[in-house]
């Protein structure tokens, strides 16, 4: 006789819990019921209901705000960090409302651990740092650090920080960015990004590290970008050669 096997009763609250989200009975941003009613409901202990509200949490399907709730998370964006297209733009593109915050903008020395990073001559080198915090319908869903070599932009403290930098290098200053090299990675979130994006301390997030070549070569940006898991979904496009790289 074949047994089978019956799931953990916080796996069946999952389940119940995703059906109720595919069948449209709650919206994107709407909050779900106090734990305690959830807990009612499915007649289960609180501990039992937050293994299944932490696993559709990890599945992108709803988020935390600190001491406010659950809710449902919105739609993803559909994000191509290797194309030369602005956070403001390909946000719109998508049917959303993108917003851009600069928290702090400063000239300073690059320091040691950057000079290296982009190949700097001397770590005395002056640079442009960036720090800002990207929106979309309300929701912070990005803490962005972008630092520039000052000689390349040299009076870019002196524009409007909360709008788009592509288009404003374009516009500004005759600047355009014409290669990167990208790096993707999974990390954790430190309390300052955490309270930023309405995370728990030590959540995960999607970490994005870029670095930015000029028309001429010259690594002109270093890009860091701190997502929110369930804000984002990467897609990147390539072209495949018409002759293959190796020889078979």
Same mark, same amino acid.
């Given at each position: 006789?074949? !047994?089978?096997?019956? #799931? #953990?009763?916080?796996?069946?609250?999952? /389940?119940?819990?995703?059906?109720?989200?595919?069948?449209?009975?709650?919206? &994107?941003?709407? *909050?779900?019921?106090?734990?305690?009613?959830?807990?009612?409901?499915?007649?289960?202990?609180?501990?039992?209901?937050?293994?299944?509200?932490?696993?559709?949490?990890?599945?992108?399907?709803?988020?935390?705000?600190?001491?406010?709730?659950? !809710?449902? $998370?919105?739609?993803?964006?559909?994000?191509?960090?290797?194309?030369?297209? $602005?956070?403001?733009?390909?946000?719109?593109?998508?049917?959303?409302?993108?917003?851009?915050?600069?928290? $702090?903008?400063?000239?300073?020395?690059?320091?040691?651990? +950057? &000079?290296?990073?982009?190949?700097?001559? @001397?770590?005395?080198?002056?640079?442009?740092?960036?720090?800002?915090?990207?929106?979309?319908?309300?929701?912070?869903?990005?803490?962005?650090?972008?630092?520039?070599?000052?000689?390349?932009?040299?009076?870019?403290?002196?524009?409007?920080?909360?709008?788009?930098?592509?288009?404003?290098?374009?516009?500004?200053?005759? *600047?355009?960015?014409?290669?990167?090299?990208?790096?993707?990675?999974?990390?954790?979130?430190? /309390? /300052?990004?955490?309270?930023?994006?309405?995370?728990? @301390?030590? &959540?995960?997030?999607?970490? +994005?590290?870029?670095?930015? !070549? &000029?028309? /001429?070569?010259?690594?002109?940006?270093?890009?860091?970008?701190?997502?929110?898991?369930?804000?984002? $979904?990467?897609?990147?496009?390539?072209?495949?050669?018409?002759?293959?790289?190796?020889?078979?």
């Amino acid at each position: 006789m074949l !047994y089978q096997a019956i #799931p #953990p009763h916080y796996a069946r609250i999952r /389940d119940q819990l995703a059906a109720d989200i595919a069948q449209g009975r709650f919206l &994107a941003g709407q *909050k779900l019921p106090p734990e305690r009613d959830l807990a009612e409901r499915f007649e289960c202990t609180r501990v039992t209901l937050r293994q299944a509200l932490q696993q559709l949490e990890t599945e992108g399907l709803i988020y935390r705000e600190n001491r406010r709730g659950w !809710y449902l $998370s919105p739609p993803r964006i559909d994000y191509d960090p290797t194309r030369l297209v $602005s956070f403001m733009d390909y946000v719109r593109l998508q049917g959303r409302e993108p917003m851009t915050e600069c928290l $702090s903008a400063e000239r300073r020395r690059a320091g040691a651990w +950057l &000079a290296a990073r982009m190949n700097l001559p @001397s770590p005395d080198e002056p640079v442009f740092r960036l720090h800002r915090r990207r929106l979309i319908d309300g929701r912070p869903v990005l803490v962005e650090i972008n630092t520039l070599l000052a000689s390349w932009c040299p009076d870019l403290l002196d524009t409007r920080l909360d709008r788009s930098l592509t288009t404003l290098l374009r516009e500004r200053f005759g *600047k355009v960015q014409t290669r990167c090299t990208l790096n993707l990675r999974l990390g954790t979130v430190n /309390d /300052d990004h955490a309270e930023l994006l309405q995370l728990a @301390s030590g &959540a995960s997030n999607l970490v +994005l590290e870029r670095l930015n !070549y &000029a028309e /001429d070569g010259l690594l002109v940006e270093f890009d860091q970008e701190f997502w929110r898991p369930d804000a984002v $979904s990467v897609a990147v496009q390539a072209d495949f050669p018409s002759r293959p790289l190796i020889a078979e």
